[in-house]
């Protein structure tokens, strides 16, 4: 009983021993935090204590449970970052803005030209064979309106068959029984044949109405518009389907616009689109996409656009041009810089994100849809982050500059020391290391993996073999053993 008692009076001293000692290691791993910030430094962010690039501007502990290392004002880190004095950036004219949430709508701009709607054409050609004896439209180009007479014609078929409707219609008043139903049939047949030749209903209506057969036909324009085509002569002989005028109605125009292949998967059918024209400068037209033409120009690689316009004054002439620009992502919001804050280096694009008075660092993103003045980020920067619009490059070069110099000048790698026991060698050759604490580094008792600077280092361990080793950072985050060796317990 008295052995017993021995063994756990010793277990208890010795847990008491080793909860003391690490007390007086924590105390020591924060003495010079805790010195630091009497001085009265600002406090910048906290950085990673495993030299990871990950900070936070609130102190936080990292995933094995270390206190993130506060970073103070005037203090240098080897973060890619520059700093620069407050009268310096004055002088370079820095401006910033913050990252934020915005309405991202891109324009895609094209050329185009005006054209007839090709469904408002129509032609003037009889339907019999006669001769031109007057011409009330006589010039290509005239506007004329909707029943205007443009021609006045002679034809011995047309007045034929006025005859014979006239004597049939007579016959019918003179006959009864099947002979006066076989007149009126006659009669009949010569109405419809007017009728088809394009005769009007009130010349038809006055040759029932018991009139003479009229000698000429005047025909008129079935529409308000413009003579696009005029082959008609006064005296000419035309043929039966001759087209003597081709009328444009221009209530209506299209635009066609030409639109790079690189566009044309935005572009969608009812998209509403603004038009511009020379001839009207400071005035816009509204319009809307009507087609897209599923053939590509190969010699200019653009995909012909047809929009269509309402032209009520007859403004729009055909073949002026137009200057087209179609609204793409309209109403949608998204995370957006000042195009201006984009370092475009080809592969990367980057930006200057300011992280306090005169500290900027530069961040790789990843970006999206654009217009003239934002564009859309989708990684790499957070809302609310001020970013540099102005003087940017000029910031940049001067941390490229920094970044070079410092890898000419690097400062050979610290050497740490540490006992500890090999838990285990994983298959890519990492050792799983369970360390005491660090007092060089401030780390507290814990196990994490370690690089061997080469395997020979390792050929005699086995795992569960108490070892002293040396080791040095050789990258942020890269713990790699310089030497090993065995210890004895």
Not at 92 to 100: K, N, P, S, Y
Not at 467 to 481: C, D, N, S
């Amino acid at each position: 009983m008295k052995n017993v008692a021995i063994i756990v009076l010793l277990a208890v001293a010795a847990a008491l021993g080793y909860w003391l000692g690490g007390q007086k290691i924590g105390a020591a791993s924060t003495a010079p935090a805790a010195e630091t910030a009497a001085s009265g430094k600002k406090i910048l962010y906290y950085r990673n204590p495993m030299g990871l690039p990950d900070t936070s501007p609130t102190p936080k502990k990292d995933s094995m449970g270390m206190d993130y290392l506060p970073v103070y004002e005037g203090e240098e880190e080897a973060d890619g970052g520059v700093k620069i004095s407050p009268a310096k950036v004055q002088k370079l004219g820095v401006r910033t803005e913050a990252a934020a949430m915005r309405e991202l709508s891109r324009p895609i701009r094209a050329v185009g030209r005006v054209e007839v709607d090709e469904r408002r054409v129509f032609a003037i050609a009889p339907k019999f064979e006669g001769w031109i004896e007057r011409l009330f439209v006589n010039t290509t180009g005239q506007p004329v309106g909707r029943g205007q007479a443009l021609f006045e014609v002679y034809s011995p078929e047309l007045v034929s068959a006025q005859r014979e409707y006239q004597i049939a219609a007579r016959g019918m008043d003179a006959l009864s029984g099947e002979a006066r139903e076989s007149i009126r049939q006659v009669a009949d047949a010569a109405l419809a044949r007017l009728r088809n030749w394009d005769i009007s209903a009130e010349q038809i209506e006055r040759l029932r109405a018991g009139g003479e057969p009229a000698r000429t036909l005047t025909y008129r324009s079935p529409v308000a518009g413009v003579v696009l085509e005029k082959k008609a002569l006064q005296g000419q002989r035309f043929m039966p389907g001759e087209a003597l005028y081709q009328i444009a109605d221009i209530g209506t125009v299209w635009v066609i616009a030409d639109v790079f292949e690189r566009d044309i998967a935005e572009v969608v059918v009812g998209m509403p689109v603004t038009v511009r024209i020379d001839a009207w400068p400071g005035r816009e037209f509204a319009g809307k996409v009507g087609f897209i033409t599923p053939t590509l120009n190969a010699q200019t690689r653009t995909v012909p656009v047809r929009i269509e316009l309402a032209n009520p004054r007859g403004e729009l002439r055909p073949a002026m041009y137009a200057k087209v620009e179609l609204k793409v992502g309209a109403g949608r919001t998204a995370l957006t810089v000042p195009v201006a804050a984009v370092i475009d280096g080809g592969t990367r694009q980057r930006v200057l994100v300011q992280r306090g008075e005169g500290r900027f660092e530069p961040r790789e993103v990843k970006l999206g849809l654009r217009n003239d003045d934002y564009v859309e980020v989708k990684e790499g920067v957070q809302a609310g982050e001020q970013v540099v619009v102005a003087a940017n490059f000029l910031i940049d070069s001067e941390s490229n500059l920094k970044a070079a110099l410092g890898g000419m000048t690097e400062k050979p790698a610290v050497s740490h020391h540490a006992v500890g026991t090999l838990d285990g060698i994983e298959p890519d050759g990492t050792l799983t290391i369970s360390h005491e604490p660090i007092a060089s580094l401030g780390w507290p008792k814990m196990t994490m993996g370690f690089v061997p600077a080469n395997a020979a280092l390792v050929d005699k361990l086995k795992p569960g073999t108490p070892v002293a080793f040396e080791f040095v950072e050789r990258k942020p985050g890269e713990w790699v053993i310089t030497k090993i060796e065995a210890r004895k317990n």
